[in-house]
């Protein structure tokens, strides 16, 4: 059975930082892009950033850009969200995701419609 787990969520301070963390279990992901989305109250789920599979390409959400990192560590089928420079509007459930299919082009990464895996969630608190 396959999951996705994520880690590193909590309360932090504006300006502060925090490292989110996502392990699969059950399936090996290196082949695959990987994925970070959000969801705040009320809102809809949103395209925070995703990595190709070698780490050669990256994509962030317009709102994150140079305050986000992400990462990931194909031997331990991990993928990391490094957040600073955090915003009181960063406050939502993080989700991880990831693909299992080859796609091609680059659009894929941010549709939440292309990932096939999710984890269930870790909340962030941005508090000014």
């Known amino acids: 059975q396959v999951q996705l787990a994520e880690s590193g969520g909590g309360p932090v301070q504006a300006g502060g930082s925090l490292r989110l963390s996502c392990a699969a279990s059950?399936?090996?992901?290196?082949?695959?892009?990987m994925g970070w989305f959000r969801q705040a109250p009320g809102k809809e789920r949103e395209f925070v950033s995703a990595?190709?599979?070698?780490?050669?390409?990256?994509y962030y959400a317009d709102s994150v850009k140079g305050r986000f990192t992400i990462s990931r560590d194909n031997a331990k089928n991990t993928w990391y969200l490094q957040m600073t420079s955090l915003k009181p509007e960063d406050t939502a459930e993080y989700y991880c995701?990831?693909?299992?299919?080859?796609?091609?082009?680059?659009?894929?990464?941010?549709?939440?419609?292309?990932?096939?895996?999710w984890g269930p969630g870790t909340r962030v608190t941005v508090s000014s």
């Open positions: 990595i190709s599979w070698n780490s050669g390409s990256t």
């Open positions: 995701a990831a693909q299992s299919l080859y796609r091609s082009g680059s659009m894929h990464y941010t549709r939440a419609d292309q990932y096939d895996y």
């Open positions: 059950g399936r090996a992901f290196g082949n695959y892009p």
